[in-house]
């Protein structure tokens, strides 16, 4: 009997934190739609997988050189090694909970993989791919 409060919580804490990332996620789409921009879930998932060819170095560059092949699995850093949890919020609920660092992170990966910014219709095709993920 005891244990039904315990679980209550616990399931109470896992999905307002679900929402946290649902609301921000969504209040960042809200604007890119009123922006006359259709986020689609398809071209994100092409985004992720598309390869891309640094013109200073000839190397190819990919989000799943560092993030793996699917956004639900841990990644690696191509040059530190270093573990990268999740871009899969529904898998790692610390993605997309920050509008600074999801900013941060857009700017910063696309001009590695891309080698330019992201434009918003990529960012909220993006976005549409992780929190569908």
């Keep these: ?3 039904f ?3 209550l919580i616990s399931s109470m804490i896992f999905v307002t934190s679900q929402v946290a990332v649902a609301d921000l996620a969504n209040e960042m ?11 689609d879930a398809s071209a994100g998932k ?5 390869v891309f060819v640094d013109k200073k170095t000839a190397q190819q560059r ?16 191509a040059k ?5 949890e999740p871009m899969a919020p529904a898998v790692n609920r610390e993605r997309l909970t920050e509008r600074k660092k999801i900013n941060k992170w857009f700017k910063r990966n696309c001009k590695w993989t891309i080698g330019r910014e992201c434009t918003a219709q990529e960012k ?3 976005l549409t791919f992780l929190i569908r993920y």
């Excluded at 604007?31 to 986020?39: C, K, L, P």
């Excluded at 530190?80 to 990268?84: A, D, V």
């Design 46 to 50: 092409r985004l992720w997988g598309a």
């Design 29 to 39: 789409l809200t604007e890119f739609q009123q922006q006359g921009i259709q986020a």
């Design 5 to 7: 409060p315990i679980i």
């Design 62 to 77: 990919s989000c799943t050189i560092c993030h793996g092949d699917h956004p639900g699995q841990r990644g690696k850093h």
């Design 124 to 126: 909220a095709d993006f």
């Design 1 to 3: 009997m005891r244990r």
């Design 80 to 84: 530190t090694g270093k573990l990268i």
